[in-house]
DNA sequence: TATGAATGAGCATTCATTCAT
DNA sequence: CATGAATGAATGCTCATTCAT
């Protein structure tokens, strides 16, 4: 009540792009792209409909926007498990992150991953969420490779795109309750490895 | 009037369910569920659009009954790679399967694997496709390990699963023209073996 | 009720688009394009508004089928007026004839006459009716000048444009009921003939 | 804060409301009455959108004053076209003006003259601007009959509106740039003359 | 069995206007 | 005076589905 009082509250309350962008995560998550109305995410955020197109110039953007930012977050999470040095240790390092994501997030990825066909028969999203995963774990198969640690008779492309779609299968399973998390890293660790290593 | 009468136009043409089948494969695969219309569908299959609604009760209903005539076709495929005997061997036949499937109808498996949250919201399709698919995965692997054949610590419906999702996705690559048929199949397998065979 | 009665209406009742394009005019003419939703024109004819872009792709479109059907049909009026000799005959018989067709159909040539920028800042309605409308009196000044009846060194667009024009006002203006009709058509007649005439 | 320090900044830039005038004119002009957003005007001219609404009620206000001032400014051009004597003097005058204003503002006439149905299907335009236009020319057309300049038998309420309609019309046409201003006064002069002339 | 005109709930989006700052 | 985020009624249009023929 006092003017000492009113320097506290900085950030007074999240401003209506970020409450857009959490509800609209919410609703993608929960309901899906096409379930999902301009209208739902603008109430569920506590803002009049015409708030949303103030944000967005269309639905399209928004779900884009949301699985941009999912990949973002999901990268920072990733960003450490690069560091580790030996193969095994690596995978593990990277499903640990993934699950951990996952379970931050439980859904998000799911939804993200969703193909963009179902978004837009026409339109092209820069570069698949899926597709780009699958190029990162390209590249650590061939770096790995390189470093003598990885059969090298694989290409790495198709076990990249291989590794990207059983994270993803066993991820959704996962977020459905199916699957125990610590056996899933656990299994899918030694699976990989025990594809991947030299001998 | 008679029946000797209609032994003469012996199959003049197909029935219009299966023309209405052929033409919801083709528009799915082509335009994706949300993008294709019943009219549309009809329309293609030369028909009244009334008479869509004579063989299926609702859009959905069409969908499902198009994923699950896939599901049976490259059941077909499959069933011959399931009575080899080594390990490998069994890999090898069911991804040449899978890919022979895949060629012989492009796209079909991408449409058909479509989850299911894109189709209904809420609704609960009986068996997603995959994820019976990765159950038949399990079940291999169950099998190979009581054989002694594959590595006994793994949990196999997580693998299945894993093995399911890599398949998926490798595949729609494929159909996306971006990977190579014959070295697909060929990393996949000694992929696949290395990871499961006991040793 | 018997077969034989049934012959009698053989076009029962008027046919969607029949409505449609009545109910079209009615409201273009009483409360111009934009507030005219295609909605009220659908109510207005009995019909869904569903069914009203069963016949038009657009409201934009229903509106040029609208005038497009004034132009012809002020044509068929004027048809007969252009077989007089005499040019101050010819003048007084498209007169009497334009208003004759005001009378029939009140407003129509104010409604349709709009102006296309009010319609759609950027579309192109091919010609746009005015403009048509006063070609037409081009070419009867620049005959009229031919045949010497007229004075030669007018330039017939021009004399065109503006006696659309004048016709074009004092038709709005008698449709407001302002002017009195016969009054109207008698001092134009003369007017337009003074001007016109060679000496 | 003394009326001294005032003195200083004698005017620095034009006022809001200035500005919000210029830019209201500006997209008017440009895009017509519909196709133009309060919001448009204000970002326009520099200003944020609320500040519309301190000048206006209502855009429908704003548009009015627009037409407004086109009224005042093309009656100061037409002005001294009023001082001529002769009947012939006078209209070629008041055609030169009038296409004097058309030239230094293209498209205002054009845009002014909007029937009101368009900007509002139900209210009164105080006197629409064509209106007041044709009682000019009518009270013209009356005074040169007094004088016995002009054929008396004409009713100048007819007449007016007939030359204020082929003047607007031609003047739409200009602005379009078909037609050729001097020609164009040439021609109207001529012909006008000739029609309204006593004998 | 076949048709396609008809339907209207529903959707994405716009825009004139308000009001707290 | 000035601002621009916020609003929500309203609009043009789509599409899964029905039903009289």
Same mark, same amino acid.
């Given at each position: 009540?006092?003017?000492?009082?009113?320097?506290?509250?900085?950030?007074?309350?999240?401003?209506?792009?970020? =409450?857009?962008?959490?509800?609209?995560?919410?609703?993608?998550?929960?309901?899906?792209?096409?379930? /999902?109305?301009?209208?739902?995410?603008?109430?569920?955020?506590?803002?009049?409909?015409?708030?949303?197109?103030?944000?967005?110039?269309?639905?399209?953007?928004?779900?884009?926007?949301?699985?941009?930012?999912?990949?973002?977050?999901?990268?920072?999470?990733?960003?450490?498990?690069?560091?580790?040095?030996?193969?095994?240790?690596?995978?593990?390092? /990277?499903?640990?992150?993934?699950?951990?994501?996952?379970?931050?997030?439980?859904?998000?990825?799911?939804?993200?991953?969703?193909?963009?066909?179902?978004?837009?028969?026409?339109?092209?999203?820069?570069?698949?969420?899926?597709?780009?995963?699958?190029?990162?774990?390209?590249?650590?198969?061939?770096?790995?490779?390189?470093?003598?640690?990885?059969?090298?008779?694989?290409?790495?492309?198709?076990?990249?795109?291989?590794?990207?779609?059983?994270?993803?299968? /066993?991820?959704?399973?996962?977020? =459905?309750?199916?699957?125990?998390?610590?056996?899933?890293?656990?299994?899918?660790?030694?699976?990989? /490895?025990?594809?991947?290593?030299?001998?």
């Amino acid at each position: 009540m006092t003017g000492v009082a009113e320097v506290i509250p900085i950030k007074k309350r999240p401003d209506s792009l970020t =409450r857009l962008k959490a509800s609209a995560r919410k609703l993608f998550v929960e309901r899906g792209y096409h379930a /999902t109305r301009p209208q739902d995410i603008a109430r569920d955020a506590g803002l009049g409909h015409g708030t949303f197109y103030l944000h967005y110039p269309d639905k399209r953007a928004c779900f884009l926007a949301f699985v941009d930012d999912a990949r973002q977050e999901l990268n920072a999470f990733l960003a450490h498990a690069r560091t580790e040095n030996m193969l095994e240790e690596r995978i593990a390092a /990277t499903l640990n992150a993934l699950y951990e994501y996952s379970d931050a997030h439980p859904g998000v990825l799911r939804a993200a991953l969703t193909d963009k066909m179902v978004i837009d028969a026409e339109g092209a999203q820069a570069t698949p969420f899926l597709v780009s995963w699958a190029e990162e774990w390209a590249n650590l198969v061939r770096d790995a490779a390189e470093k003598g640690e990885t059969c090298k008779s694989y290409n790495p492309d198709i076990i990249g795109h291989a590794i990207a779609g059983a994270l993803h299968q /066993t991820g959704c399973e996962a977020s =459905r309750g199916q699957l125990c998390r610590k056996q899933m890293v656990d299994n899918l660790t030694r699976f990989l /490895t025990k594809a991947l290593k030299a001998n």
